[in-house]
């Protein structure tokens, strides 16, 4: 039997918003937003969604990426910053010319 499940929020950046420090007032991006805006500047088009399976009341994040109309990879984790890392490993696995791993 399939799981159902239900979206709670989808998110799909253009460009990342960068976030402001209270204290210094720079602005910085985390270790995931900095590896999804290396997967969008290697010319991937990149999301992420939040899903709740409906059976078992679970979260789930969903990140996902495709290069023109190549094949979608995607990951589904229940931590966000996991997943983007394990998408950006496969990615590297199969595109190793477009996206370098840091």
């Given amino acids: 039997m399939g799981h159902n499940y239900l979206t709670i929020l989808w998110f799909c950046p253009k460009i990342i918003p ?6 210094s007032g720079k602005g910085y991006l985390t270790e995931w937003e900095r590896d999804l805006a290396q997967i969008q500047s290697a010319g991937f ?6 899903l709740k399976d409906l059976a078992t009341g679970e979260l789930l994040w969903q990140v996902d990426a495709q290069k023109g109309n190549g094949p979608r990879v995607a990951v589904r ?7 983007v890392n ?9 595109h190793r010319n477009y996206l370098p791993l840091e």
């Fill in 18 to 23: 960068m976030q402001v420090d209270p204290v």
């Fill in 45 to 50: 088009s990149c999301g992420y969604i939040q």
């Fill in 77 to 83: 984790m229940a931590d966000l910053s996991e997943a």
């Fill in 86 to 94: 394990e998408l950006k490993r496969l990615l590297f696995r199969t």
